[in-house]
């Protein structure tokens, strides 16, 4: 399961999913989106606004649930996450978006084997970001070579529109990064 799927990280990531064979849930807010994370290789696109999708999800896999989870949104999913994550699942946090606070039930945690993991590159130390990037070149980027992985970029603003690039991205209406151009 893959949030935020339209944006810059998570179009990523399903491209990344489908290419290592995946079966990929996304979630996006709009008609629009749904059908541009299918696109690139959603097998199930999920409107968050108007579905539960951890209902959607148990559904599909027939009360099994998804192995791992992107999660972008934090503590306001944590309990749609527990009820769809499958069995030793991975709930993997890279943003906190709706909150950074959840009450986890410790026993469930136990039981059902879950394991969550924080994952940021900001604060890690510089021998891990230089693994992380000789391990991308080694197994992503000759996917991106050949045309299975691409870039997805929404629109790009020069710096004077700077303003209009955030209103962009607030209003939650891309698909792809949003690029600042600095300078010709």
């Not at 959603?42 to 992107?70: E, M, P, Q, W």
């Not at 993991?117 to 070149?137: C, E, W």
């Amino acid at each position: 399961m893959i949030h935020a799927a339209a944006g810059g990280v998570g179009s990523a990531a399903v491209q990344l999913a489908r290419v290592r064979g995946a079966s990929i849930f996304a979630t996006a807010g709009s008609e629009q989106k749904l059908k541009f994370v299918e696109s690139l290789g959603a097998k199930c696109a999920i409107n968050y606004r108007t579905s539960d999708f951890a209902d959607v999800v148990l559904k599909k896999t027939n009360g099994g649930g998804v192995h791992v989870v992107l999660d972008f949104i934090g503590a306001s999913y944590w309990e749609q996450h527990a009820r769809c994550l499958a069995d030793a699942g991975r709930c993997v946090v890279v943003g906190v978006m709706g909150g950074a606070q959840a009450n986890v039930n410790f026993g469930q945690l136990l039981f059902r084997r879950y394991r969550i993991l924080g994952l940021v590159m900001r604060t890690r130390p510089l021998i891990d970001k230089i693994a992380m990037t000789r391990r991308f070149i080694r197994e992503s980027l000759p996917h991106v070579n050949s045309g299975h992985l691409k870039p997805v970029i929404d629109e790009v603003f020069s710096l004077e529109c700077v303003s209009d690039a955030h209103r962009r991205m607030e209003g939650n209406l891309n698909s792809g990064k949003i690029i600042l151009k600095v300078r010709d």
